[in-house]
């Protein structure tokens, strides 16, 4: 059975920083690509980062800069930092697998599992 499982999320001040981090069982992360998505409230869910077998990395423009995505293969696990978190950045994030083709690395019908989100909350 696969689970994607993500912890690190908690409630942090505006400029402040955490660690994500998404263990995954029941697969190998390191024969797909792996993404953070987030959704904020009442908003839809929406891309974060990526990285790729190749540890290529992709961001969405708001979180550039800020945010870096890396993955550990051998303790099957990827971690999302970050950094000069804004109140905007407040959502569930939730990290994927799958096997998009570049050009749809941002799009979240591409990945297979999920997990069940960790909590991100910046105060202001």
């Known amino acids: 059975q696969v689970q994607l499982v993500e912890s690190g999320g908690e409630l942090v001040q505006a400029g402040g920083s955490l660690r994500l981090s998404c263990v995954a069982s029941?697969?190998?992360?390191?024969?797909?690509?792996m993404a953070w998505f987030r959704r904020a409230p009442g908003k839809d869910r929406e891309f974060v980062a990526a990285?790729?077998?190749?540890?290529?990395?992709y961001y969405a423009t708001s979180v550039q800069g800020r945010f870096t995505i890396s993955r550990d293969n051998a303790r099957n696990m990827v971690t999302l930092q970050m950094n000069s978190l804004k109140p905007e950045d407040t959502a569930v994030y939730y990290c994927?697998?799958?096997?998009?083709?570049?050009?749809?690395?941002?799009?979240?019908?591409?990945?297979?599992?999920w997990g069940q989100g960790t909590q991100v909350t910046v105060s202001s």
């Open positions: 029941g697969l190998s992360l390191n024969s797909y690509t």
């Open positions: 990285i790729r077998t190749t540890s290529h990395t």
């Open positions: 994927a697998n799958g096997r998009p083709i570049l050009s749809a690395i941002r799009n979240e019908d591409m990945y297979y599992n």
